[in-house]
């Protein structure tokens, strides 16, 4: 019996977040969303406009309601950083370098293999060229 009752303890989850007042910097939703940028603005008509509602807002319901999985993430980062105090602001997608980390190495070696080709054909145009020195 202790047991189950242990074990049912465990997954009872408890929501003790504090839902932040608005400040003078950002009044409402929209400005909320229009300052963390990422597209997040276009899905303003989703919250109406209500604060309560969009603090409330769980994955699970933003993924109900049609909102993409990046965007999703990216709203509930900053909804937390936001309840931390700090104020929203864009930040950048990331661009990937050399095909990303997982392709950098294949990646590289095209590169020095195209290289080495192009070098290769101009030793060959050079010495065509200076065949009769």
Known sequence: MFRAIRSYSQVVKYNNK??????????????????IGRNAEEHIEI????????????SSDMKE???????RKYVLAWKERFRQGQEPY???KGVKKNGGERNAKLH?????FEKLKSERELREKYMSEHKNF
Do not use: C, M, Y
């Not at 309601?65 to 965007?71: L, R, S, Y």
């Open 18 to 35: 504090v839902i932040p007042a608005p400040s003078t910097s950002v009044p409402d939703v929209n400005t909320f969303l229009t300052k």
């Open 47 to 58: 919250f109406e406009n209500d604060w309560s509602k969009f603090w409330n807002a769980k």
């Open 65 to 71: 309601w049609g909102i993409e999985p990046q965007t």
């Open 90 to 92: 864009h930040i950048a």
């Open 108 to 112: 590289n070696a095209l590169k020095r």
